[in-house]
Nanobody, 121 residues
């Protein structure tokens, strides 16, 4: 029904930048909250940044001032601009969206497949 596809990950040196994108496709009426999570080896998945439909943002303390979440509603896409990356940011990053499905207008939570971000020291 609905698929989320992430892009933009990769390997970057400490201090560098990456921009992650996550595009939703399918029969979509609207999208409420969008967010990015990450999971490092041996650790639990954690919230990195979230953006409500009304534009309110929420960031993990560890990324405040370095990461910026944004959305393009026309493209059903959420972005994560990551600046000042450090090795502790190395993880698999997952996007998450609360999607109102077209035709049924039920709301469901969807995850992307995950994308690797590796920051070398």
């Amino acid at each position: 029904q609905v698929q989320l596809v992430e892009s933009g990950g990769g390997l970057v040196q400490a201090g560098g930048s990456l921009r992650l994108s996550c595009a939703a496709s399918g029969i979509i009426a609207s999208i409420n909250a969008m967010g990015w999570y990450r999971q490092a080896p041996g650790k639990q998945r954690e919230l990195v940044a979230a953006l409500t439909g009304g534009g309110t943002t929420n960031y993990a303390d560890s990324v405040k001032g370095r990461f910026t979440i944004s959305r393009d509603n026309a493209k059903n896409t959420v972005y994560l601009q990551m600046n000042g990356l450090n090795p502790e940011d190395t993880a698999v990053y997952y996007c998450n969206m609360g999607v109102v499905i077209g035709r049924t207008y039920n709301c469901a939570n969807y995850w992307g497949q995950g994308i690797q971000v590796t920051v070398s020291s």
